[in-house]
């Protein structure tokens, strides 16, 4: 694939996806296609600490939990409306993680796995015990319908699907931008170089800390922007948000999607949200069959769905090149 | 003084690895650190670099110390190096590999690159022609889109020079560099780290191929046991009575005299 090739390539995503819910009325597909998209917010992030600095994180879900705090607490107490907890969520998440990662970067491999899914633990408990802030382990429900005052333009609101959808897009495109430019520059060139060889990158230069930082605070961001959206969308938050489920299930579709690709998140979280759901039919048989693709996925295609369409490509330029 | 060394000692638990060394490097010589295995040679260089914090005595790089610092802010202050055992980016290309050793001289702030602004595209676009220049330099450019442990070893420790010279260092430490090439690989090296002298950069090697060694060096420093036992021209060096017993035993001497 060359570069153009691939302009277009996403030309065609992007205009298929905004002009999606008119093709499919199906309101049911287009719930699945915001879950799609609100998974692709927190695994995106996944992404840039597991798949390119090369730091395996089981606490990501602790700043989408923050993030959907933040907006049911201010939304519930305050009635602040969506600029203003999604502004909130940003701010507390990158608090948070730059006072997590000064504590904690310089831990590596199972130190730092076990450290972050502490840390996630520790928001679920506290999450789960202070009852006055949080609601305790009712959840804080009835979180209200978001509303966007557009200077001049009047207001917005994003209530319905579509709106909501559209608000989703929105989100995602600027996420793949951010990550997209971050990855073919400097900070993606340190935070690979870090991956592959940490000494040699003191070596020539690149502070592990500061690169490991930007990187983590960038991913941690995006999972509170995640939990923001979450919490408008569902209304309604508890402490399972914090929980190990939501981990894995983010880690599956990052791992089968395929780590430290561009396109694998997106392929990841689109095919481990609509699979599931095609496979209803199969009823008892649903969850062996859905491992049984897993395995198979993980065997013939180590580096994923975009690991496989990256060496296809590769091959492809080859053929071209004799 | 360019670069100095003064009475460095280092040791591990009770084994004294490093002691008293003190030595100086001139600027755009090459000095070469030869001695037996064991002498301390890695381990010097470990603590010029700032992989090794105990140590006691000195290091500066133009009268300013740099012990005490980590190792990327050394790297910042335009001393590199290379590692004995071939240290590279393994999964991903020649030519990124090289991007990836350019940082030093990268200056792109965040904003910068989210918006694309002018100061990052320029800087870009010096990194890439710099950086393929540089793999032209080497000979490495036929290899430019192939994955670095892909490489033969040969072109892994090219690739590997190539890295520490991206960094666009002043003084560069090269650790057995030729160590298991062939006898045209190694001249293929040695007249690279010529012209990489001629170019303006320092050298500090260290290195068993004395073929090489005696070639390129202006001065040789020899240890033996973490100390200091010569210092001089390639010419003295042979004829020196320490360090043929170093290398070779009392006995040789002896049989020999």
Same mark, same amino acid.
């Given at each position: 694939m060359n570069k153009t090739g691939k302009k277009v390539g996403y030309l065609v995503l992007g205009v298929a996806l905004v002009l999606a819910p008119f093709i499919i009325q199906d309101k049911y597909f287009i719930h699945l296609l915001i879950e799609a998209g609100l998974f692709y917010m927190l695994v995106a992030g996944l992404n840039l600490i597991t798949g390119y600095w090369g730091q395996l994180t089981l606490g990501h879900t602790a700043f989408v939990g923050l993030g959907a705090y933040t907006t049911a607490i201010l939304n519930a107490k305050f009635n602040a409306t969506l600029p203003m907890t999604l502004g909130a969520s940003i701010i507390i998440c990158l608090i948070v993680s730059i006072l997590f990662g000064l504590l904690v970067l310089r831990l590596r491999g199972p130190y730092f796995v076990i450290v972050s899914l502490c840390f996630a633990e520790m928001l679920a408990i506290v999450a789960t015990n202070w009852v006055d802030l949080t609601n305790g382990p009712m959840g804080i429900p009835g979180i209200e319908t978001s509303v966007i005052s557009l200077p001049g333009l009047g207001e917005l609101a994003i209530e319905s699907k579509m709106g909501f959808y559209y608000f989703m897009l929105i989100i995602v495109a600027a996420m793949s931008y951010i990550i997209y430019r971050l990855l073919h520059s400097v900070i993606g060139r340190a935070s690979v170089a870090l991956r592959e060889n940490e000494i040699l990158s003191e070596s020539v230069g690149i502070s592990a800390f500061t690169y490991g930082m930007i990187i983590f605070v960038t991913a941690s961001i995006f999972a509170g922007v995640g939990g923001c959206f979450y919490a408008h969308y569902y209304t309604y938050v508890n402490p399972e948000l914090f929980g190990f489920t939501y981990t894995i299930t983010?880690?599956?579709? =990052?791992?089968?999607?395929? &780590?430290?690709?561009?396109?694998?998140?997106?392929?990841?979280?689109?095919?481990?949200?609509? =699979?599931?759901?095609?496979? $209803?039919?199969?009823?008892? =048989? $649903?969850?062996?069959?859905?491992?049984?693709?897993?395995?198979?996925?993980?065997?013939?295609?180590?580096?994923?769905?975009?690991?496989?369409? &990256?060496?296809?490509?590769?091959?492809?330029?080859? $053929?071209?090149g004799r | 003084?360019?670069?100095?060394?003064?009475?460095?000692? @280092?040791?591990? %638990?009770?084994?004294?690895?490093?002691?008293?060394?003190?030595?100086?490097?001139?600027?755009?010589?090459?000095?070469?650190?030869?001695?037996?295995?064991?002498?301390?040679?890695?381990?010097?260089?470990?603590? !010029?670099?700032?992989?090794?914090?105990?140590?006691? %005595?000195?290091?500066?790089?133009?009268?300013?110390?740099?012990?005490?610092?980590?190792?990327?802010? !050394?790297?910042?202050?335009?001393?590199?190096?290379?590692?004995?055992?071939?240290?590279?980016?393994?999964?991903?290309?020649?030519?990124?590999?090289?991007?990836?050793?350019?940082?030093?001289?990268?200056?792109?702030?965040? @904003?910068?690159? !989210?918006?694309?602004?002018?100061?990052?595209?320029?800087?870009?676009?010096?990194?890439?022609?710099? #950086?393929?220049?540089?793999?032209?330099?080497?000979?490495?450019?036929?290899?430019?889109?192939?994955?670095?442990?892909?490489?033969?070893?040969?072109?892994?420790?090219?690739?590997?020079?190539?890295?520490?010279?991206?960094?666009?260092?002043?003084? @560069?430490?090269?650790?057995?560099?030729?160590?298991?090439?062939?006898?045209?690989?190694?001249?293929?090296?040695? #007249?690279?780290? #010529?012209?990489?002298?001629?170019?303006g950069l320092t050298v500090l090697l260290v290195e068993h191929n004395m073929d090489v060694v005696m070639n390129i060096s202006d001065r040789i420093v020899v240890l033996d046991h973490g100390k200091k036992i010569f210092e001089g021209c390639p010419a003295q060096v042979q004829e020196d009575e320490n360090v043929l017993e170093a290398y070779l035993g009392k006995g040789f001497i002896d049989a020999q005299g």
């Open positions: 983010m880690l599956i579709m =990052l791992v089968i999607g395929g &780590k430290g690709t561009f396109i694998g998140p997106m392929l990841g979280c689109v095919v481990f949200t609509i =699979l599931p759901e095609m496979l $209803r039919g199969a009823e008892y =048989l $649903r969850d062996p069959v859905l491992g049984v693709i897993l395995i198979m996925v993980a065997m013939f295609f180590p580096h994923g769905m975009g690991g496989a369409i &990256k060496s296809i490509g590769i091959k492809f330029q080859n $053929r071209e | 003084m360019y670069f100095s060394v003064e009475n460095l000692s @280092i040791s591990f %638990g009770g084994l004294n690895a490093v002691s008293n060394l003190t030595f100086h490097v001139d600027e755009n010589e090459i000095v070469s650190l030869i001695g037996p295995n064991g002498a301390g040679k890695t381990t010097t260089f470990n603590a !010029i670099c700032g992989f090794l914090k105990q140590m006691t %005595g000195n290091v500066s790089m133009k009268g300013e110390s740099i012990v005490g610092l980590a190792p990327n802010a !050394i790297a910042k202050r335009g001393i590199t190096r290379t590692f004995q055992k071939t240290n590279i980016f393994p999964n991903v290309t020649v030519m990124d590999c090289i991007l990836m050793g350019g940082h030093r001289k990268v200056k792109e702030s965040f @904003i910068d690159i !989210i918006f694309r602004t002018k100061s990052f595209q320029n800087s870009e676009k010096e990194l890439w022609e710099k #950086s393929e220049a540089l793999l032209e330099f080497l000979g490495l450019e036929a290899r430019r889109d192939v994955l670095a442990k892909n490489l033969s070893y040969g072109e892994r420790r090219l690739l590997e020079i190539a890295i520490g010279l991206a960094v666009e260092p002043d003084f @560069i430490l090269l650790d057995e560099p030729v160590a298991g090439m062939n006898q045209s690989e190694s001249d293929e090296v040695m #007249s690279l780290i #010529s012209e990489v002298r001629r170019r």
